[in-house]
C-alpha cells in the first residue's frame, strides 16, 4: 500500500494520500490551507486518481481545500455529520481570536457530501477504513482505521505482515492531545474518547496525526504524559 503525505498551510496540517498502489484510485485525507497543489503533484507522481476526501473534523486547517479538490475531481467529501457545517461556516470552530483568519474568504460545500457514522465501515478505492466517533476537539472528530500489508524481506519467504494504521486527526499527537478551548472542544470528553477508543488499541497501531510526526499507540501510552494523567487538568496543543 502507497501511504505519502506532507505538512500544509500556517498550521503545518497533515494532509496524506493512500491508494493500494500506484497507478490506480486514491484517497485524500485532510487537504487543509494550501495543500491543493502538492496534493495534485502527488497524484500525478504516483498515477493515481482520487476517489474520495476524508476530513477527521471540520476544523479549517483541515478542510480548507477540500471543496477545491472535490469539485475539480467529481468525488465527495466525507465527513461526520456534527461537524459538516464548518464546511460553510469554519467560524463556528475557530471562536473570536481565530476568527480573523477568514477574512473575507467565503467557504462553500463540496458539490457531493457524505456523512460518516460511528462505527461503520467505508469501503473507497479497494480500501477499508473503519469509522469511530471520538468527540472532545470537536464532536464530529473521527478516528480512521485501516489494516496496511508491510512487506517483509522476502529472501526467507515470509508472508506479509499486517499492521493497524489509526488517522487520528487532533484527538492524539505524538506527545499530547487535541486542544480543548475552541467552541465545540471538552476537555473530559476528550479524554473518554482516548481512553475509550484508543487506548484499547494494539501497541503495535501505527497513529498518523493531524498534526507533528508519526507514533504509535504502544509509544503514547508509554510515554505521552497526557495519556499517563487522564482525568487531569492538563491542555493539549497543536492545531486548530
Same mark, same amino acid.
Given at each position: 500500500m502507497l501511504i505519502t503525505g506532507f505538512p500544509a498551510g500556517m498550521f503545518q496540517t497533515n494532509c496524506y494520500i493512500l491508494a493500494p498502489q500506484p497507478g490506480g484510485q486514491a484517497v485524500i485525507i485532510d487537504p487543509g490551507q494550501d495543500a491543493a497543489p502538492q496534493v495534485r503533484a502527488l497524484l500525478a507522481e504516483h498515477d493515481l486518481t482520487p476517489a474520495a476526501v476524508l476530513l477527521t473534523h471540520g476544523h479549517l486547517d483541515h478542510t480548507w481545500n477540500a471543496t477545491e479538490l472535490c469539485d475539480e475531481f467529481g468525488i465527495p467529501a466525507y465527513i461526520h455529520t456534527a461537524d459538516r457545517p464548518m464546511l460553510t461556516d469554519p467560524g463556528m470552530g475557530l471562536g473570536r481570536a481565530l476568527g480573523p483568519l477568514i477574512g473575507d474568504t467565503e467557504?462553500?460545500?463540496?458539490?457531493?457530501?457524505?456523512?460518516?457514522?460511528? !462505527?461503520?465501515?467505508?469501503? *473507497?478505492?479497494?480500501? /477499508?477504513? $473503519?469509522?469511530?466517533?471520538?468527540? %472532545?476537539h470537536t464532536q464530529g472528530s473521527v478516528l480512521l482505521g485501516i489494516d496496511v500489508e508491510v512487506a517483509e524481506d522476502d529472501s526467507d519467504g515470509a508472508a506479509p505482515t499486517t499492521v493497524p494504521v489509526c488517522f487520528s486527526g487532533d484527538v492524539l499527537f505524538a506527545g499530547s492531545i487535541g486542544?480543548?478551548?475552541?467552541?465545540?472542544?471538552?476537555h473530559d470528553q476528550l479524554l473518554e474518547s482516548i481512553e475509550k477508543?484508543?487506548?484499547?488499541?494494539?501497541?503495535?497501531?501505527?497513529?498518523?496525526?493531524?498534526? !507533528?510526526?508519526?507514533?504509535? *499507540?504502544?509509544?503514547? /501510552?508509554? $510515554?505521552?504524559?497526557?495519556?499517563? %494523567?487522564?482525568?487531569?487538568?492538563?491542555?493539549?496543543?497543536?492545531?486548530l
Open positions: 467557504f462553500t460545500e463540496p458539490q457531493q457530501v457524505i456523512e460518516f457514522a460511528d !462505527g461503520e465501515n467505508v469501503e *473507497i478505492a479497494g480500501m /477499508r477504513f $473503519t469509522v469511530d466517533l471520538a468527540p %472532545g486542544r480543548t478551548d475552541l467552541p465545540g472542544g471538552d477508543k484508543l487506548l484499547p488499541l494494539p501497541d503495535e497501531t501505527q497513529v498518523l496525526p493531524g498534526h !507533528g510526526p508519526q507514533t504509535s *499507540i504502544g509509544a503514547e /501510552r508509554a $510515554t505521552n504524559p497526557f495519556l499517563l %494523567g487522564i482525568g487531569t487538568d492538563k491542555k493539549g496543543r497543536f492545531g
